[in-house]
């Protein structure tokens, strides 16, 4: 959704609160410059508190209003509770770019395929088993009355016929082997496959500053409407809040299983920072989602849908992507996982800094969530907006000629879905604004400042 911000105020606003009163268009710019060392100079220190967060930056329990773009087609309904971390101190910390190990790779491999064969990723060689379930798959395809890849019925028969052949000829059971694991470096990587049946072969991949995890490889073309960008509810995938009848457990149970996970894999500093559940009818599988970020003195790395790789040609930092933790648990487990782009904690620029009272932080969103991305007006779309949460959490943002450091820095998000000429983004976990809790400067997500 945030695309290249803007850096000057373009046009005048209608604002409608409560009282549908009309707020004077600002006469200069909003958005001040991504200078992080103006940021940091402009980050004062805070002694301790004396009052509450909450008293501190004099903040809401709720927030309510409707904002209208000056063409009018963009509409930004808010009735969203104001969410604060249980926190005393909000710091600015400085990060560089981690990386897995050797070692890494086999702790993972030794928690996320345990019980599973090793297999010699060089023998592709398929079981009987394996190959009577590619069979299946397209018997039941040839039922369905849809051709998938195939141009006709007949060859449907041919492709069936032709694993029937060679089902003949398959081994029983897998040839033994033992992984092999060495050196990550950015220019290799270790690929690791193991079967958890004479049917079933999961797969491990990790990479210098990636480890990603996949239970059933079978499912990664269902999985990638929900892993690339926003997930959009259809007819192929149905967000829940509970898949209990689904999968047999609760959401209390797959998130005390991946919490779990998280222990057996040691690591540590992060927490739960979101959920979902999805089921995928047309797959005939489903599966609870939930979504770990660093914790940093207590407080909270937000989690959006956003990855921070948006390509920008004038960008002024190479594309950096957010450190996130993703694990997919079914009936069986945790059937998919994603640890991405670790960071490594530097310094601690301050412990505690002084934040924009939240009236300021409100001002600058009243004036900029209409003006900020808005191509409806000059392209005559309809948008709808809703924001649902309003929330103080940490972010990392990308410095200037810097493809070293970063600096994780307090964010208020504005959270929400859209409707868009027609088409409904309804996952919670979209940020619709996300505004510099220091200087009320407007960040791009996608961009990573």
Known sequence: MMKKILLMLLS???????????????????????????????????????QSLAEELQTPERLKMQLVSKGGKLTVNVDAS?????????????????????????????????GAIPLDPKNTART??????????????????????????????????????????????????????????PDNYIALSAAL???????????????????????????????AGPPISSAEVVQKEDLTQETGITP????????????????????????????FPEDGFSIYEFMFTRSIMGIPINYTNDDGCEFDSDAIAPTWAYEKIRIFVDAAGVSYFLYN????????????????????IQSIFERMVPVVNNFYDEYGRECRMNIHEVKLGLMRITEQNSKDTGLIIPVWDFMGTYEEEGTFFDDAYTSLLTINAVDGSIIDRGLGY
Request: hydrophobic letters at 40%; aromatic letters at 8%.
């Open 12 to 50: 005048a606003l209608m604002v409608l609160p409560s009282l549908t009163a009309c707020q004077k268009t600002p006469e200069s710019p909003i958005v001040v410059g991504k200078d992080i060392n103006k940021l940091i100079d402009s980050a004062i220190p805070s002694g301790s508190a004396e």
């Open 197 to 227: 049946d004479d049917a079933t072969v999961s797969s491990l991949f990790a990479e210098y500053k990636r480890i990603e995890y996949n239970k059933y490889p079978e499912r990664i073309a269902a999985l990638s409407s929900i892993l």
């Open 341 to 360: 782009s670790p960071y490594e904690i530097r310094e601690t620029v301050y412990e505690n800094v002084t934040l924009l009272p939240f009236p300021e």
């Open 128 to 185: 009987k088993a394996q190959i009577q379930k590619a069979i299946e798959s397209l018997q039941k395809l040839k039922q369905s009355d849809t051709l998938d890849k195939y141009e006709s019925v007949q060859e449907i028969d041919d492709a069936i016929a032709q694993l029937m052949q060679e089902a003949a000829n398959a081994p029983e059971v897998y040839a033994p082997y033992t992984h092999q694991f060495q050196p990550l470096s």
């Open 82 to 114: 104001v969410v604060l971390p249980q926190a005393e101190q909000m710091p600015m910390i400085r990060v560089g770019h981690g990386h897995f190990t050797q070692e890494d790779a086999k702790r993972y491999a030794h928690v996320l395929l345990k």
């Open 252 to 279: 209390e149970e797959a998130l005390a299983l991946s919490m779990k996970t998280m222990d057996e894999l040691e690591i540590e500093g992060f927490v739960c920072s979101g959920q979902r559940a999805f089921t």
